[in-house]
């Protein structure tokens, strides 16, 4: 199955308390703009996807209102108390009959070829819900649910595990932008081998830039 199917849906926490492994880790780099960066490449990629006709971000921060302006998708408030499932679950809620791909927003080296080839792998026969685990393997970048089945996330520390227990099948595709999930500086850096978005590129491409003489 191919085409414009799905709703993507990712979350964003408030840029006071996002990435907070990440914190202090670039002193040249203000981390709230950092956060946002990340986010927003993360966001840009899924509304480029060929596969994505509709893009939710759930988030209680304001400021992510005037940095997507630009961009094509639904802004939904979270409300008070930050937490990622409830947060994946409302915007899975307003699918409206489509299939849902919830998807972590700090993937800032994402290419959308990548995203499309994992959702369509998502899409195989028999329709279930599938994940795409980060790099390392014990989180998850990429929740899908087909149209109609509850998205049932279950992310946060160990959430491979959590969803091959709920029922999810692992999709096994290479996908090295879309696993690169960001928390920390060592993440950042393997993030930057692979090509980061322009937004954060912005901010931190010349600390990873190779020297011109060696
Ligand atoms: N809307 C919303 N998004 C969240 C929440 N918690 C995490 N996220 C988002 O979920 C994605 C994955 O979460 P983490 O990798 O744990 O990111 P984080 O919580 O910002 O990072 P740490 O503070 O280092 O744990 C990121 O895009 C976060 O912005 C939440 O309570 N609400
Ligand atoms: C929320 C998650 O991200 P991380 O483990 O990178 O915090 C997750 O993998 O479910």
């Given at each position: ?21 990440l914190?202090g880790a670039l002193d040249e780099v203000p981390?709230?703009r950092l956060?946002?960066a990340l986010?927003?490449d ?66 800032p080296a994402l290419r ?64 090295p932008s879309?696993?690169r999930?960001v928390?920390t500086a060592a993440d950042l850096a393997a993030a930057a081998v692979l090509g980061l978005g322009r937004h954060t590129a912005a901010l931190v491409g010349r600390l990873y830039a190779a020297p011109l003489n060696g």
């Amino acid at each position: 199955m191919s085409g414009s199917i799905w709703t993507a849906v990712l979350a964003v926490k408030r840029l006071d308390a996002a990435k907070s492994r990440l914190r202090g880790a670039l002193d040249e780099v203000p981390h709230e703009r950092l956060a946002l960066a990340l986010a927003t490449d993360t966001i840009a990629a899924a509304v480029a996807c060929p596969d994505v006709a509709d893009v939710l971000v759930v988030t209680g921060e304001d400021r992510l209102a005037e940095a997507l302006e630009p961009l094509p998708v639904r802004l939904v408030p979270e409300g008070d108390e930050g937490d990622l499932n409830r947060a994946f679950a409302l915007g899975a809620e307003l699918a409206a009959g489509r299939p849902v791909a919830a998807l972590t927003a700090d993937l800032p080296a994402l290419r959308p070829v990548e995203l499309a080839a994992a959702l369509r792998a998502a899409a195989a026969e028999p329709p279930e819900r599938r994940f795409v685990p980060d790099t390392p393997g014990t989180g998850t970048v990429l929740l899908a649910a087909p149209a109609g089945v509850p998205l049932a996330p279950c992310f946060g520390p160990g959430s491979a595990a959590a969803h091959a227990a709920s029922g999810a099948r692992p999709l096994r595709g290479a996908w090295p932008s879309l696993r690169r999930d960001v928390d920390t500086a060592a993440d950042l850096a393997a993030a930057a081998v692979l090509g980061l978005g322009r937004h954060t590129a912005a901010l931190v491409g010349r600390l990873y830039a190779a020297p011109l003489n060696g």
